[in-house]
């Protein structure tokens, strides 16, 4: 089966930090720029990083840049999200999402189930 | 920063046409995918480009887009239509994906 699979969400402290994977099987993640976005609870989508296939560029939202660090071990058909200095507001479903698939280099075209982070004392 | 601006929510009765906007700046001018999420799911591309469909969706969902208005449309709504809905672009100019605030869809 063509799936992502993300792990390492939990419960963290505010100013902790939190490394998030994303496995890929059935393709071969090398081949596809990849991104984060996350969900707050009761929220909206909101696009929080991307790489690109080759692993540059990267980029960042301006609510994580900074704190946040994108990259990908194609070896390994992994992408992951190093998340530091953690704050309540980052708390949300973590999803790991395929750029550039079947219907183009733009579009998102397949979605992990997502890990939960929360922050909180 | 890029804004996509969308209605909280529209409400329609079964076998009707919902309608769901999503304005922007100039929005016409980018390539604009809109994707469903259904509670406790992830989201599922539902548009790509403006006006194209996924295999797998039905002919009942289609897209346009004008200057500073995209639409998504569905036509003659069912029950499992029930989601919410959001739009998203490309922001060239500060190289991020931006998402519209979603719209719930209510089937009556």
């Known amino acids: 089966d063509v799936q992502l699979v993300e792990s390492g969400g939990g419960l963290v402290q505010p100013g902790g930090s939190l490394r998030l994977s994303c496995v890929a099987s059935g393709f071969s993640l090398s081949d596809y720029e990849m991104n984060w976005v996350r969900q707050a609870p009761g929220k909206g989508l909101e696009w929080v990083s991307y790489?690109?296939?080759?692993?540059?560029?990267?980029y960042y939202a301006d609510s994580v840049r900074g704190r946040f660090s994108i990259a990908r071990d194609n070896a390994r058909n992994s992408v992951h999200l190093q998340m530091s200095t953690l704050r309540v507001d980052d708390t949300a479903v973590y999803y790991c999402?395929?750029?550039?698939?079947?219907?183009?280099?733009?579009?998102?075209?397949?979605w992990g189930d997502g890990t939960l982070v929360t922050v909180s004392s | 920063s890029y804004v996509l601006t969308q209605p909280p929510s529209v409400s329609v009765a079964p076998g009707t046409t919902a309608r769901m906007s999503c304005g922007g700046n100039?929005?016409?001018?980018?390539?604009v995918h809109w994707y469903q999420q259904k509670p406790g799911q992830a989201p599922v591309l539902v548009i790509y480009y403006d006006t194209n469909r996924p295999s797998g969706i039905p002919e009942r969902f289609s897209g346009s887009s004008s200057r500073d208005t995209a639409t998504l449309t569905i036509n003659r709504v069912e029950a499992g239509d029930e989601a919410d809905y959001y739009c998203?672009?490309?922001?060239?100019?500060?190289?991020?994906?931006?998402f519209g605030g979603g719209t719930r869809l209510s089937v009556l």
């Open positions: 999402v395929r750029e550039g698939g079947t219907y183009g280099n733009d579009t998102f075209d397949l």
């Open positions: 998203q672009v490309w922001d060239y100019s500060t190289e991020h994906w931006v």
């Open positions: 790489i690109r296939s080759s692993g540059s560029p990267v």
């Open positions: 100039n929005i016409g001018s980018k390539a």
